[in-house]
């Protein structure tokens, strides 16, 4: 495999957006009052185009308002972010490629570090939680004479397709906290892998508004049944991960196929920080003390900032790869798309286990840094 970016992969079809989703996406738009605005819940199986909706509906909304704010909680394909993350995005301009993601800095961010809310439901709903709240606050139904200028904004949600067990229960959850005024559920042909018929996620159905849309997935084979289109997970990840790097260099900087990358993070001047200046949490597992650095290098962390808030949730500003350790100088190596500016601020390293893609260590004719043993023990 040559290309690393997205852009550069063999073109997909092209996206098809049948009728039933072009009248789902206008009646979200169209249908609601704008005042409060429209809050759009996307969910369904895995692969059935819950992302490819969802960047429809952002366009469509787009129409009517200047901005939509965009809550992603699929942390092992994310929208706008690097994997791990958990986000809420402010979009103001329409996507003209439906089959491309594209990163964008979110208004707040949290590192989950990992690809699947299995790890840790309780952590995965209460970050989800306080996003929707953040969104609430600053966005929803709030006193305009205490924030001149603000205007209230539409909210998509994004979610994985994990609908079964225990991501099942997880849904429901989302569904009953965020409330939204509309419930979009893509199906596809095959029932087993589909959510529940009806408002599912509702114990009853007395007293409630419920603006369910269900629509089948837009591939369809050649008995215009609906199928899941199967993706290669971790390719997307990795190549999402080496897109989020890549942001370390100008864009007009020849970087085209994966040994280039790598030669071009290897060759990087890292960022020097203090070990002093942060602390180190290891979010799944417990490390012993003279063994923390060892098992940082080589590493991809979040940088975060703490928060004094009760919930300790500390917001992450982006990734950063640790390049190498020297604990005689007392510094830390990082390599981050992250302005300096907001880097100062960083005061906490988060590790779970997002990891530097396998193909960016493997490059023929390329000696890695990250594989170094330029480690030094710990007193």
Same mark, same amino acid.
């Given at each position: ?253 020849? /970087?085209? %196929?994966?040994?280039? !990358?790598? *030669?071009?993070? #290897?060759?990087?001047? &890292? +960022? ?81 286990? /997002?990891? %530097?893609?396998?193909? !960016?260590? *493997?490059?023929? #004719?390329?000696?890695? &840094? +990250? ?9």
């Amino acid at each position: 495999m040559a290309a690393y970016m997205p852009q550069t992969e063999n073109p997909s079809p092209a996206i098809y957006i049948p009728r039933e989703w072009s009248d789902a996406a206008d009646s979200i738009a169209y249908d609601s009052n704008t005042s409060p605005p429209p809050i759009a819940f996307i969910c369904g199986a895995k692969n059935c185009g819950k992302t490819t909706f969802s960047r429809h509906l952002v366009n469509v909304l787009l129409q009517r308002y200047k901005k939509v704010v965009y809550l992603d909680t699929d942390v092992g394909q994310p929208e706008f972010t690097a994997p791990g993350f958990l986000s809420l995005t402010v979009v103001d301009t329409l996507t003209p490629d439906l089959t491309i993601p594209c990163l964008k800095t979110p208004k707040r961010c949290y590192f989950f570090g990992d690809v699947s809310s299995k790890r840790d439901p309780t952590a995965y709903l209460k970050y989800i939680t306080t996003l929707y709240d953040y969104y609430r606050k600053e966005y929803y139904m709030f006193n305009e004479s205490e924030i001149p200028g603000q205007t209230e904004l539409p909210l998509i949600v994004n979610t994985p397709g994990w609908v079964k067990g225990i991501g099942y229960d997880i849904l429901v959850d989302m569904l009953k906290y965020i409330t939204p005024t509309y419930v979009v559920k893509i199906n596809i042909s095959f029932e087993k892998k589909n959510l529940p018929a009806g408002a599912f996620w509702l114990d009853n159905f007395e007293g409630v508004d419920v603006n369910l849309i269900e629509i089948s997935s837009a591939r369809q084979d050649s008995f215009n049944r609906s199928v899941l289109v199967q993706k290669d997970a971790r390719l997307l990840r990795d190549l999402r991960i080496m897109a989020y790097f890549r942001q370390c260099f100008p864009s007009d900087l020849n /970087i085209t %196929i994966i040994k280039e !990358l790598a *030669q071009a993070l #290897g060759a990087h001047p &890292p +960022y020097q920080v203090p070990i002093s200046s942060v602390k180190i949490r290891h979010l799944y597992c417990q490390v012993p003390s003279s063994e923390i650095f060892y098992s940082l290098n080589a590493t991809i962390v979040g940088l975060a900032i703490s928060s004094d808030a009760s919930e300790n949730l500390p917001h992450c500003v982006g990734l950063g790869i640790v390049r190498g350790i020297d604990t005689l100088k007392g510094l830390l190596y990082v390599i981050t798309p992250v302005p300096p500016g907001i880097l100062e601020k960083v005061d906490l390293f988060l590790q779970g286990f /997002i990891q %530097i893609p396998t193909c !960016l260590l *493997q490059v023929q #004719g390329c000696m890695s &840094p +990250y594989v170094s043993a330029n480690v030094l023990p710990t007193s």
